[in-house]
């Protein structure tokens, strides 16, 4: 679940509130250890999720860094080649 959670922080555009919003459900649900809660326990796992993004928010607007900013498509295109040269996608396409 988790290898589904980017790196947010230094991109151009910035991250977008759906991307934070990804971002926090993968990781409550890595936590929880269920991408579907039950009815009992969806008040508290939405909660989680809103929790998780608002501080992601707080984080990445307070973060500083000299370096250039990333671009999206290259950083995904660099992934992606890393991912076939280890075998991951090798029945994909």
């Known amino acids: 679940m988790c290898r589904n959670i980017h790196t947010l922080h230094n991109f151009e555009p910035a991250a977008t509130s759906e991307e934070v919003h990804a971002a926090a459900l993968q990781y409550v649900r890595k936590i929880a250890g269920t991408t579907k809660p039950s009815k009992a326990n969806q008040e508290a796992f939405d909660q989680a999720v809103h929790a998780v993004a608002h501080a992601t928010e707080h984080l990445l607007e307070a973060l500083v860094t000299t370096a250039p900013p990333k671009n999206?498509?290259?950083?995904?295109?660099?992934?992606?080649?890393?991912?076939?040269?280890s075998g991951r996608y090798a029945n994909a396409g």
């Open 72 to 85: 999206r498509e290259e950083e995904y295109a660099k992934a992606r080649a890393r991912a076939e040269k």
